[in-house]
């Protein structure tokens, strides 16, 4: 049986940083990358202030702060079951797992490291991302001049779940399946 070395990966939000790291660690083995709802602007643009205003809340209430940071994810039009269910799991979350990984993810964004780290990368990639947050896409391109992004209107965070149809036919798009 033969197996193919090489993996297209897709990350979703916090994903797609995990993505950029396997991709540095495993050149040779990745081809590209498919961002979903995630590299809106990869050069810094938070200060170490901002983060620990997002994170303080967290630290001293995970489930009620984490609610309501999960909630602005959401747009209106979402079916409501949608949020619900996203809402409980993210909140069910161990807190200092939670909070380690967004002060991670902060600090790489902070440092630059996130934005070196997208820099280096030798393979396209490609952001489907939700319009309820801008994306720069010339911005990134100035860090990786093969970064495009695809944007699905009237989405939100969770567009592959909110929007499956609309978002695999962009996947499918993008990584050129065929319809």
Do not use: Y
């Not at 197996?3 to 990350?11: F, V």
């Not at 996130?114 to 280096?120: I, L, P, R, T």
Request: glycine share 6%; aromatic share 6%.
């Amino acid at each position: 049986m033969c197996r193919s070395r090489e993996a297209l990966l897709i990350g979703h939000s916090m994903g797609g940083t995990v993505a950029v790291e396997a991709a540095r660690l495993m050149p040779e083995r990745v081809i590209g990358i498919v961002g979903v709802d995630t590299f809106h602007h990869v050069a810094p643009q938070m200060s170490q202030s901002d983060l620990e205003q997002m994170l303080t809340p967290m630290q001293e209430d995970f489930a009620n702060a984490a609610r309501h940071f999960v909630s602005t994810m959401f747009i209106e039009e979402t079916n409501p079951a949608l949020p619900d269910w996203i809402i409980r799991d993210m909140t069910a979350a161990v807190p200092d797992v939670a909070l380690s990984a967004f002060e991670d993810m902060g600090t790489r964004h902070i440092d630059g490291e996130a934005a070196q780290h997208f820099e280096e990368l030798t393979v396209p990639v490609v952001a489907i991302n939700a319009d309820l947050w801008p994306t720069d896409v010339e911005a990134n391109r100035q860090l990786l001049p093969e970064f495009d992004a695809v944007i699905v209107e009237g989405s939100d965070h969770f567009l592959h779940m909110a929007k499956p149809a609309e978002f695999n036919r962009e996947l499918d798009r993008v990584i050129g399946t065929p319809p």
